[in-house]
């Protein structure tokens, strides 16, 4: 016992160690970057992409209000329009997993739909939508639908058909088959799906918020590069790249607490 | 747990599964008392688990009449659960959320819930496992939980389907006579469909042979023996060679037309 004990802790050891390595490889080749840039006399102005000036940037950008703004504007569209992609993408799983026939109907238009980039819908929904917070929200919206709605539909298929005569046979409803057979067991699906499409609402929503908007993470970069402040546009830069790794890693953390499978949370 | 049994009268019962397809079984007579054991063995492909799925009213499009202390069977109810070849328990509950989703369906107050499931629990000797997830536990045990699930419901009737064939002997053994046990003690209808010609001894008051295609019962046989019952005993072995025998003859047309 106290061997398996060890050797759990000797794991998370490794794993802790590798993880800050990982990140200090990184650091190091930006580092070397930056002192290339600044070496050179062609590219010196070049050197605020470097860690230095970079991390000596954040007090003035948080301070002013520029990173807690942008956070909030790009939080606000990212989540409001995760919960526009769950409400209407798991109904959508949950019909194309349990109707064959409005499976094979949609399967062509869902496909050809899920293959056009997010962004190309962006003068239509200009058009269409009375603000520009709202554009964006439906542009993030239908980037993140299709991973939810298929993931759903993915893990409905993998339900043990036993399952609903054994619930009906229990005198189940049909509202208690979906609240408590169906949605239980494609928790997992769900969740999965739900990572995925913050991964690709994550990557839409900077070049989304270049235009239009005056507030936001795409902005303040498009903001940065106008003003050629290259210390801020890589500071924003690496807020987006930690504020992703903090979603998806609780998007992963979400999908180990509600997986049921023995295997799955390893 | 207070359970009492059921009147089930089948007569005449006929089924297809679409207007094209050949016959499943034809002409099936069936009457049970309330707390009478029923087996009912044949062949793989004889139509008894269709026949059992149809009791259950979780299979329609019969002609005939199926009928439970006089009312005719709509649809599936808690009177009258099911027990699978495989337990098919929910894999994300522990052991007692499993055995009280049924009550949960049916809208009880939890601690009403809690007490009942703790009795069904004790039933199947599993009281040490009801927090544990239903993946931790051996087929055997996962099996239990399932005849738990059912009984929780106090239903008049329990329908097996072959519930013990994927199981080791020794578990086989154990479960074949706890459930004959706990079904008298509850007066509740045994409807079991088997082919295996040990357990139908085992576990019925009445073996009904199965044969032919369209299936139809072929052989109503009373076996009147006491509990417990011991697979050695002379008696046992007796109505075995005797069940045999019958069941080898009806499947004997079948087999001269598989040679053939």
Redesign the interface.
């Known amino acids: 016992m106290a061997k398996r004990e060890k050797g759990k802790y000797e794991l998370m050891a490794r794993r802790f160690f590798n993880w800050v390595a990982g990140l200090a490889i990184l650091l190091a080749l930006w580092w070397l970057g930056g002192y290339l840039l600044y070496i050179n006399p062609d590219t010196t102005n070049f050197a605020d992409f470097g860690p230095g000036p970079t991390f000596s940037a954040y007090p003035h950008l948080w301070n002013d209000g520029t990173i807690p703004n942008a956070i909030q504007s790009s939080g606000y569209r990212l989540g409001v329009a995760l919960l526009i992609a769950i409400a209407c993408g798991v109904p959508l799983g949950i019909l194309l997993g349990r109707i064959k026939l409005f499976r094979e109907l949609s399967n062509s238009p869902f496909q050809l739909l899920r293959m056009v980039s997010p962004l190309s819908w962006e003068p239509i929904a200009v058009i269409v939508f009375l603000s520009w917070d709202q554009a964006i929200i439906f542009l993030l919206s239908i980037a993140a639908v299709w991973p939810v709605a298929f993931a759903t539909a993915a893990g409905l298929a993998k339900v043990d058909p036993a399952w609903f005569k054994v619930s009906k046979n229990l005198g189940a409803s049909k509202w208690h088959t979906l609240t408590q057979i169906i949605l239980p067991a494609i928790s997992f699906d769900i969740f999965t799906g739900i990572r995925a499409a913050i991964g690709v609402a994550w990557i839409v929503l900077v070049p989304a918020e270049f235009l239009g908007v005056t507030s936001g993470l795409g902005y303040s970069i498009a903001d940065a590069r106008e003003t050629l402040s290259y210390d801020h546009l890589t500071a924003m830069v690496l807020v987006i790249g930690v504020i992703g790794y903090m979603l998806d890693s609780s998007a992963a953390f979400a999908i180990k607490k509600v997986s049921y499978h023995r295997g799955d949370t390893e | 747990m207070s359970i009492r049994g059921t009147n089930l009268k089948i007569e005449n019962l006929t089924h297809r599964y679409t207007a094209k397809s050949p016959l499943t079984f034809e002409g099936i007579n069936i009457e049970a008392e309330p707390g009478e054991s029923v087996v009912i063995i044949g062949r793989s492909g004889c139509g008894k688990s269709t026949l059992l799925h149809m009791i259950?009213g979780?299979l329609h499009g019969y002609t005939g009449t199926l009928q439970l202390d006089g009312e005719d069977v709509m649809g599936?109810?808690?009177r009258w659960?099911?027990m699978?070849q495989?337990p098919?328990l929910?894999?994300?509950m522990t052991v007692e959320r499993n055995v009280g989703?049924?009550l949960?369906?049916?809208g009880w107050p939890k601690d009403k819930i809690r007490e009942r499931v703790a009795e069904a629990i004790s039933l199947v000797h599993l009281d040490d496992y009801a927090k544990v997830?239903t993946?931790d536990l051996s087929g055997g045990q996962q099996q239990r939980v399932a005849l738990a699930?059912s009984l929780v419901?106090e239903p008049e009737m329990m329908l097996l389907d072959e519930p013990f064939s994927a199981l080791d002997a020794f578990t086989r053994a154990s479960l074949q006579h706890d459930v004959r046990a706990i079904a008298k003690q509850l007066g509740v209808n045994l409807v079991m469909v088997t082919h295996d010609i040990d357990e139908a001894v085992l576990m019925a008051d009445r073996a009904l042979v199965m044969a032919g295609s369209p299936g139809k019962i072929v052989h109503d046989l009373t076996i009147d023996l006491d509990d417990p019952r011991d697979r050695e005993d002379e008696a046992v072995q007796d109505y075995r060679k005797q069940l045999m025998q019958i069941f080898e003859e009806a499947s004997m047309p079948t087999r001269e037309a598989v040679t053939v």
Do not use: C, D, E, Y
């Open positions: 259950a979780l599936t109810s808690p659960v099911m699978f495989a098919h929910f894999p994300w989703i049924g949960k369906f049916a997830n993946q699930r419901m």
